[in-house]
């Protein structure tokens, strides 16, 4: 911390900052028009994820429109200002929360921000990493420090061992479900317990990065050797007598057994099943055998509306089995599951297999290293063999920005992080779920449990 | 930077839980670098029957005649939730919205509208809801000195905010410049921080970087 401000607020230091071309572009546009200079270039750092193409053979030109001058403002006030740019055909390049821990850039007990709300899925290094808006990018690269009201504390401890098939993203979708999608509002959630110590930092990641959607400030995991292990010898990270000093310190930065929460929640996840969305916000989610909820069961009449409105936009009705729903399409990617694990789960179950008939099924890696590491070990014959396309790194389509979707009222099911109304294209129907789930509907052609497919 | 003070406008009520940013902007509508452009975009999922020929949904709240001229929203709990994109903002300040009334807000929406003179203001669900009986042609009065709404009916309702955001508003400071104020403090802390944690400041140049076109690069 630098300074007081008042009682509520402090100006904190921001040990990284992280831009993309889709909102930090017009931050570093905007600094320049103001006449101020980026204060520390060297800890700063941009990526091209959000419009870029992930079709092979990509350039500057996008199926996005308008896309191109997000690209290349971005490039050109990158380089003025001196910032590491991750650039289109950087063979770094890829989605910002995926190459950030990837490339030791994120560490912990850093701050680390970025004008995107799922910042928060750096905090499984044990980092105080959040998301902010382009006014507050300026304020970063102008100053290396933000203004920030100090939010209130939640640990969420989540005990008991995991059942079979069952991953990060369910146990995410089961608590946001459980809570609400705002059931964290304004508290900085550390997530603690024997379930959450178990998972390597991907699966973290994914926790982590679901977050935002249970309405906290950031999550975070405490730094253990899983995470320190993660960091030797990433490219950013430190190295030699430096990395021994920063471990001394890192194995500090612990909750300590007389740590005060302004909330606690304990609780058991030894029963979650594989879960899957039914309407428009990430709390609309239930257990794969579940059927679809009936609003009128709903005591909150605010609830009960939106829960009728996501019916009415998912085509669905209450009572109606979620499992065997036929889908158009099924996706794999995004800042949520993106990564080499996320992948090699689910080409497990896609080995010898085929998608069904009439499903257009995507993988996207995170990363280009991550693309690179999954076909070192074949995983993209795997998912070629199986119907899937393979491309390059980027956010794609998870968002749909007037370029590529999956088509009007497509349902879709997803490894994303949001089923709001038309986020993936128009009016299309997505059904959030895990890697495993993804694959094992792509497969059915239907919405379909995973766990009869694992183990052979 | 925009000042809030007090304003009084027509408010619109649209009573819905969780309105996430690509509801109030969505990423197709922001087509260019810049933080203008984008009232036309503003609900663009819901204003129009079509969005590519803008033909207006009757239906929708914004476009019938006793709201068109709305500068305020009454809104249900966790406005402006999910991606951080402050185009939700300048569409909205852009559009005409000068207040923002709702139970609760998504965090960084929340700070995006005090960085650009839109004044958040939580209220319970309850009171916002009695707001909402009341709304149509007679305003409703925002302010943030007294720190209040004055239903059309005369019924006062208290809002707490923060005293930095309160400031922000009432006197439309600029942050950045006020923290440029500081920044003999801001070397100072950078200056024992590199005593204790060198690793954080990494060296002017990145490292290099091989970049190998990929095959059939230009």
């Known amino acids: 911390m630098v300074a007081e401000l008042d009682a509520e607020s402090s100006l904190l230091h921001i040990d990284r900052v992280f831009l993309h071309e889709r909102t930090g572009s017009i931050a570093l546009q905007t600094l320049e028009q103001d006449g101020r200079r980026v204060r520390h270039p060297e800890l700063a750092f941009c990526t091209m994820d959000h419009i870029v193409d992930t079709l092979p053979g990509r350039g500057d030109q996008t199926l996005m429109p308008g896309g191109t001058a997000f690209i ?128 390597p930092v991907e699966a973290r990641l994914t926790l982590c990065n679901l977050a935002v959607e249970f309405s906290a400030f950031t999550g975070m995991v405490a730094p253990d050797d899983v995470v320190f292990q993660y960091l030797a010898g990433r490219r950013f990270a430190p190295a030699a007598a430096q990395w021994d000093q920063a471990l001394a310190h890192w194995r ?5 057994p007389q740590a ?161 109304e038309s986020r993936q294209g128009p009016q299309t129907r997505s059904h959030l779920a895990s890697p495993i789930t993804v694959a094992a509907s792509a497969l059915a052609g239907r919405i379909a449990d995973p766990r009869p497919l694992l183990g052979d | 930077m925009e000042t809030f003070v007090v304003h009084q406008g027509v408010a619109a009520p649209l009573l819905r839980a969780n309105i996430d940013t690509d509801a109030i902007i969505p990423s197709r509508e922001m087509k260019f670098v810049s933080k203008t452009g984008l009232a036309g975009g503003l609900f663009a999922g819901w204003r129009y029957l079509d969005a590519a020929t803008r033909s207006p949904d009757p239906a929708f709240v914004l476009n019938q005649a006793e709201f068109a001229g709305a500068t305020i929203l009454l809104a249900g709990a966790n406005f402006g939730c999910g991606s951080s994109r402050e185009h939700a903002v300048w569409a909205l300040r852009e559009y005409g919205i000068r207040a923002i009334v709702a139970p609760s807000f998504g965090a960084i929406f929340q700070t995006n509208c005090i960085r650009n003179g839109i004044l958040p203001v939580i209220l319970a669900e309850a009171d916002v809801a009695l707001l909402a009986q009341q709304a149509g042609p007679q305003p409703l009065t925002v302010d943030l000195q007294r720190q209040v709404v004055v239903a059309p009916d005369g019924q006062v309702f208290r809002f707490e905010i923060a005293a930095a955001a309160r400031e922000m508003l009432l006197e439309g400071l600029d942050p950045v410049a006020l923290t440029l104020r500081l920044d003999a403090q801001i070397t100072a802390y950078q200056a024992r921080d590199r005593e204790q944690r060198p690793w954080i400041y990494l060296a002017k140049s990145a490292p290099p970087v091989p970049s190998v076109p990929p095959p059939g690069a230009e």
């Open chain 1, 72 to 199: 290349q403002t971005t490039r050109e006030t990158a380089q003025r200002a001196g910032i590491r740019l991750f650039d289109v055909r950087d063979p770094l390049q890829g989605i910002v929360h995926v190459i950030s821990p990837e490339q030791g850039i994120v560490l912990p007990g850093t701050t680390v921000v970025c004008p995107d709300s799922h910042t928060c899925t750096q905090g499984a290094l044990g980092a105080l990493a959040w998301g902010i808006g382009s006014s507050e990018a300026e304020h970063v690269l102008a100053t290396q420090t933000l203004r920030v009201a100090k939010p209130r504390s939640m640990r969420v401890s989540l005990e008991g061992a995991l059942g079979a098939g069952v991953g990060a993203k369910d146990l995410m979708l089961w608590l946001i479900a459980r809570e609400s999608a705002s059931g964290a509002k304004g508290h900085a959630v550390e997530f603690a317990g024997a379930a959450v110590r178990a998972l």
């Open chain 1, 252 to 256: 500090t930065l612990h909750s300590g």
């Open chain 1, 260 to 420: 005060r929460f302004d909330r606690e929640l304990n609780l058991d996840v030894s029963q979650v099943e594989p879960m899957v969305t039914w309407g428009t916000s990430p709390e609309h989610a239930v257990g794969i055998g579940a059927a679809v909820p009936d609003p009128a069961l709903c005591a909150d009449a605010v609830s009960r509306r939106g829960m009728e409105r996501a019916l009415q936009y998912m085509d669905l009705q209450p009572g109606q089995r979620l499992q065997d729903l036929p889908i158009g399409a099924a996706f794999i990617g995004s800042c949520t599951n993106s990564r080499l694990s996320d992948l090699r789960a689910a080409a497990q179950l896609l080995r010898g297999r085929k998608v069904a008939a009439g499903v257009r099924a995507i993988c996207v890696p995170g990363s280009m290293q991550v693309k690179r590491d999954a076909e070192a070990e074949g995983l993209d014959r795997i998912f070629v063999d199986a119907g899937f396309e393979w491309r390059e790194s980027g956010c794609s389509m998870c968002f749909y920005a007037g370029g590529e979707s999956f088509g009007l009222r497509q349902r879709v099911i997803s490894t994303t992080n949001r089923n709001f």
